[in-house]
């Protein structure tokens, strides 16, 4: 009898463990996916907005700048350091959808340059203001071909300088600029005082895919670079959220 059940006991601690392999498989299979393509429900959100309302509003196109970089490191940091391949497919998506949303910050800008010139055309050319933002789109322009440099420079370093000090330094960099991607739209926010013109779907998903991505780079013990990122990305989207909540509400009360 007592052999009978301790076999029962095997049993369900057996089913118990497959249940859970089972559950943390498709977790991962989940948590993949969404890291090589929840970059789409991120940013494509924001695009839209910004084409609907033909302006910038309160989006931070330093977030794109700082998402550039961090994942070009990313990228050269997997020529000396293994991790889960979802994440290279990741850094082409974003770096994608970065480029687009700079395509059409610039667009927006020249369109808003054009306007104050015609608006100033009565005006005496020695009391006109200098453009910013035709010296803004132009610095964007240059900013991308800088871009496509530095990656050429980075992978360069990182095929033919092979060591462990350098696969660090190169992930460690890549962690940190992965790391504050949210604080300038967190500071815009804070100096505005406003979220106005920022899409909540894209903040939203901000949180959702970093804290999914967490729990992943925790549980499949990710390089601990990634942990680290992940963890001060997922507070300030929270603080974020928070100021969503704060202004929102304020705007809708007035």
């Given amino acids: 009898r007592r052999l009978y059940q301790v076999r029962i006991r095997l049993h369900r601690v057996k089913k ?28 494509l959100p924001q695009y839209f907005l910004m084409c609907r309302e033909n302006s910038v509003g309160s989006f931070n196109t330093f977030t794109c700048y700082l998402l550039l970089f961090s994942n070009a490191f990313r990228i050269t940091f997997s020529f000396s350091r293994s991790f889960d391949f979802s994440f290279l497919v990741q850094s082409v ?38 453009n910013f933002e035709r010296r803004a789109l132009e ?6 071909r800088e871009f ?8 360069c370093l990182c ?6 000090v350098t696969s660090e330094v190169v992930g460690t960099i890549g962690s940190i600029f992965e790391g504050v991607i949210p604080l300038p739209q967190l500071i815009k926010n804070y100096k505005r005082r406003s979220v106005e013109g920022l899409s909540f779907v894209m903040i939203f998903f901000w949180w959702f895919g970093d804290s999914m991505k ?30 969503f909540a704060i202004w929102s509400k304020k705007k809708a009360s007035s």
């Avoid at 118990?16 to 970059?39: H, P, Q, R, Y």
């Avoid at 667009?107 to 009391?127: D, F, K, L, P, Q």
């Fill in 139 to 144: 610095d964007t322009a240059i900013l991308v």
């Fill in 93 to 130: 998506v974003v770096i994608s959808l970065q480029m687009l949303l700079l395509a059409k910050t610039a667009s927006i800008r020249e369109e808003e340059a054009a306007t104050e010139m015609s608006v100033s055309a009565s005006v005496s050319v020695s009391s006109r203001k200098p």
């Fill in 214 to 243: 967490l729990l992943f780079v925790i549980i499949n013990q990710q390089p601990v670079q990634f942990i680290a990122c992940s963890s001060a990305v997922v507070t300030l989207d929270c603080i974020i959220l928070l100021q």
């Fill in 16 to 43: 118990a463990k497959i249940a859970m392999e089972t559950a943390l498989a498709i977790f991962n299979v989940v948590v993949k996916g969404f890291n090589m393509f929840g970059s789409l429900l991120n940013y």
């Fill in 159 to 164: 095929l033919f300088v092979r060591s462990a």
């Fill in 148 to 155: 496509a440099a530095f990656f050429l420079c980075m992978c």
